[in-house]
């Protein structure tokens, strides 16, 4: 059920960015395939991007990640227009990248609020 719920958050997040100048999405149907493709990517694809750039990652002091990030998003948007999933798209490297960092924080403030116990 947590998962659904974080699945659910995400999607209405991506839905309120993308009034983001250069972020293009259709509907809520399109942002909830979004936030479960993201979910993968996250899943599946970003681990091992981080252990191929770890000693980038170290030099910058972990601010690379915030460019695998944006790397995610845009690798989403580029399965969205090669399999025809829906309308996502992001316009370039710099739109991906401030999605990615308010996409990022507002998870982090959403998903604190709803993993309150008791």
Known sequence: MKYILRLLVTAV??????????VHVQDFRTSLIVALVLWLL?????????????PVTLFTLGLFLLVINALIIMLCSSLFQTYRLGNFHVDGFMTAFIFSILLSVCQSVLFRLTDKKG
């Open 13 to 22: 997040l991506v839905l309120v960015l993308s009034n983001l100048p250069g």
């Open 42 to 54: 996250n899943l599946f694809v970003k681990p091992i991007l981080v252990l191929l750039t770890l």
